[in-house]
């Protein structure tokens, strides 16, 4: 046990953990879908979310990993016995899943930041004929952007960098990267926000977002938040069992979770309102109504944004659209490396293998498991139409399934505390490192929630995401 690794303290485990959960989630998610949910309306939901449902699944997870010291299969056999471990090794697979799509995710955006600062993306005439030509074609479209361009070396790029990160263990690797990474993050994201908010028209971005519209919600508002706010928090999965089991038994659980879950709704807080008053702005340059900007899907930060970048002109566009790029990829790196983690800690734990064997062992199968998802934008016809999934692309079908396998995961990581495990062993796990913990209102919060309405929740939640997924909400109201 004495070599598994373990994060220097607690501003060392915060990063890591906040860097776990900064992601692709916060900046190309969630203005998506905040967009598409009505803005502010949408936030308001995705705050309750937070703070109500998921801060408390968040320290139950960290407690566990803290408790057995082991990785997701190997804390829950430990606390639970073998067949608990199972639900440890359906998280893994789910970390999996989740890296293989979201690879591919990051590696469009890796390429859109090589292209956009040191190539002409930004002299392209159509951003959206541009996106799908990119996305299209893995191999190579050099014609385009004027660099060589290929989605899956840009991908496979990302790969590396997660796997060279990671193969360098918990303090020199994990640790070090977020400790550079997440605070330029910040930095790019502040100055970008205060940049985007002198521009003409950005205030009315601003009050879109920010005041709340109540005839705007609706179930799937809802249902989109919870699962946005589970998905980015990297909740239910084993992510946090994972780097909760190299935590000291110094730190204090509750706290830290607090700062974790904070700094991740800043981000996502913060993206939106970087976005939205520069959606305005463009609305405001095409003389049109900002609804008629396509704010939804995915496409959100490939088209829209480069098209707002393009209107700032070549230098100002280059540095700010850069800049832009340079911090989705940071995000998604420290997510990554977490995702990452979780099946080489297991397979290390475990089967007692050499870190950097497995690292790259496991890199290189996501990364072949992605490659269904990268082809399925329109180069293989039947990835990209799935007939038993309405129609829908394959990287859709996989990005769905991880959802209901995280919101599955934590239900059943909520039973397995409030009655397997046990809430007093959860509580004497929290009191180390926090002394007043048993007689504090938290306590009580905890214990109301993990036990009840989380799995209730959340149990009710994964039935509904499962029939609108395959069946259509409008089946389901
Ligand atoms: N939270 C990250 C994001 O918002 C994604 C992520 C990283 C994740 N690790 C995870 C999601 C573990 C679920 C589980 O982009």
Known sequence: MANRGNFSGRIGFILAAAGSAVGLGNIWRFPYLAGENGGAIFLLVYLCCI????????????????????????????????????????????????????????????????????????????????FGTYVNDIIDLSSLGGLANSNLLFSL????????????????????????????????????????????NAFSGVKFYLIPEFSELKIQTVVDGLKQAFFSLSLGMGALITYGSYLSKKENITSSAAVISIADTSVAFFAGLMVFPLVHFLAYKLNINPQEIGTSGPPLIFVVLPQIFHEMGPILGRIIGGSF????????????????????????????????????????????CG???????????????????????????????????????????????????????????????????????????????????????????????????????????
């Open 51 to 130: 703070f109500l449902l998921c801060y408390p699944v968040m320290v139950g997870e960290i407690a566990i990993g803290r408790s057995a010291a082991s990785d997701a299969f190997g804390s829950y056999s430990k606390l639970g016995g073998r067949k608990w471990g199972y639900l440890g090794l359906f998280g893994i697979i789910a970390g999996v899943l989740i890296l293989s799509f979201y690879n591919v995710v990051a590696g469009w955006a890796f390429g859109y930041f090589l292209h956009i600062s040191f190539g002409d993306l930004l002299s392209e005439q159509n951003f959206g004929t541009f």
């Open 157 to 200: 790029v990302f790969m590396v960098l997660t796997a060279v990160i990671v193969s360098q263990g918990i303090q020199k690797g994990i640790e070090a990267s977020n400790k550079i990474m997440m605070p330029s993050l910040y930095i790019i994201l502040v100055g970008i926000i205060v940049y985007s908010l002198t521009l003409p």
């Open 325 to 368: 790029f340079l911090l989705v990829c940071f995000a998604a790196l420290t997510s990554t490396i977490s995702l990452l983690e979780v099946p080489v800690a297991y397979l290390v734990d475990q089967k007692k293998m050499k870190r950097t064997t497995v690292v790259w062992l496991i890199a290189l199968i996501i990364f072949v």
């Open 371 to 477: 490659l269904p998802s990268m082809m399925s934008m329109g180069m293989i016809e039947w990835l990209n139409k799935l007939s038993f999934y309405r129609g829908q692309d394959f990287l859709t079908f996989i990005a769905d399934m991880s959802d209901i396998c995280l919101t599955v995961g934590g239900c059943l990581m909520c039973i397995f505390i409030g009655r397997r495990w046990g809430m007093a062993n959860m509580d004497a796990e929290l009191t180390h490192g926090n002394d007043r913990y048993m007689a504090s209102g938290v306590r009580s919060y905890l214990h109301l929630t993990i036990k009840w309405i989380a799995p209730i929740l959340l149990g009710f939640l994964s039935i509904v995401i499962i029939v609108e997924k395959f069946f259509g909400i409008e089946n389901l109201f």
